[in-house]
T-cell receptor, first 116, second 113 residues
Framework: AQKVTQAQTEISVVEKEDVTLDCVYE???????LFWYKQPPSGELVFLIR??????QNEISGRYSWNFQKSTSSFNFTITASQVVDSAVYFC?????????????FGTGTRLTIIP | ETGVTQTPRHLVMGMTNKKSLKCEQH?????MYWYKQSAKKPLELMFV???????ENNSVPSRFSPECPNSSHLFLHLHTLQPEDSALYLC????????????FGEGSWLTVV
């Protein structure tokens, strides 16, 4: 069975500090996809990144970076020089292929608060 | 403009009311989803539609009734709900094959009184 664990329930950091959000996953599939979503107070889940199981290259997008380690089944997300606008709940998710359709298994989320 | 739009954004209904949530996607996707997010639980998948056919029903009570008249529209009909059904209901869509990103709407905040 698929499972995603985000052990950090809440994190608070002062603006401009770097912060890393942890994500550990479990799956028996050899082909799978990992995602990060951001949920601001408005409620919408905003897609941030998708990574497939065959691509272990780390990715950087502006202040955001992702570290995918298959050996430890982790897909961690780092925000560099955090800003108040980064305050949100962040979800890690794992895709599950079921009857030809995409299905996401979500972690419980990490609430990130950036203190000005 | 978001690719997945949901209406209404906020809904308050009594336990004897009948209401519907509406979702429309403008992304040309062939799969649509309803997720439920409540304060005490992680995101829960409720229903999956692929090419307008329901392919998954995650043991959702019959007081929630989905409808997918075409690949762009998805409804969630609500009747005789309970206060514990108060939650954020998120609609999403994707191309429906492994690895494609699922895009979410802004959600409908439902309060049952």
């Amino acid at each position: 069975a698929q499972k995603v664990t985000q052990a950090q329930t809440e994190i608070s950091v002062v603006e401009k500090e770097d912060v890393t959000l942890d994500c550990v996953y479990e799956t028996r599939d050899t082909t799978y996809y990992l995602f990060w979503y951001k949920q601001p107070p408005s409620g919408e889940l905003v897609f941030l990144i998708r990574r497939n199981s065959f691509d272990e290259q780390n990715e950087i997008s502006g202040r955001y970076s992702w570290n995918f380690q298959k050996s430890t089944s982790s897909f961690n997300f780092t925000i560099t020089a955090s800003q108040v606008v980064d305050s949100a709940v962040y979800f890690c998710a794992l895709s599950d292929h079921n009857f030809g359709n995409e299905k996401l298994t979500f972690g419980t989320g990490t609430r990130l608060t950036i203190i000005p | 403009e978001t690719g997945v739009t949901q209406t209404p954004r906020h809904l308050v209904m009594g336990m004897t009311n009948k209401k519907s949530l509406k979702c429309e996607q403008h992304l040309g996707h062939n799969a649509m989803y309803w997720y439920k997010q409540s304060a005490k639980k992680p995101l829960e998948l409720m229903f999956v539609y692929s090419l307008e056919e329901r392919v998954e029903n995650n043991s959702v009570p019959s007081r929630f009734s989905p409808e997918c008249p075409n690949s762009s529209h998805l409804f969630l009909h609500l009747h005789t709900l309970q206060p514990e059904d108060s939650a954020l209901y998120l609609c999403a869509s994707s191309q429906g094959t492994l690895g494609n990103t699922i895009y979410f709407g802004e959600g409908s905040w439902l309060t049952v009184v």
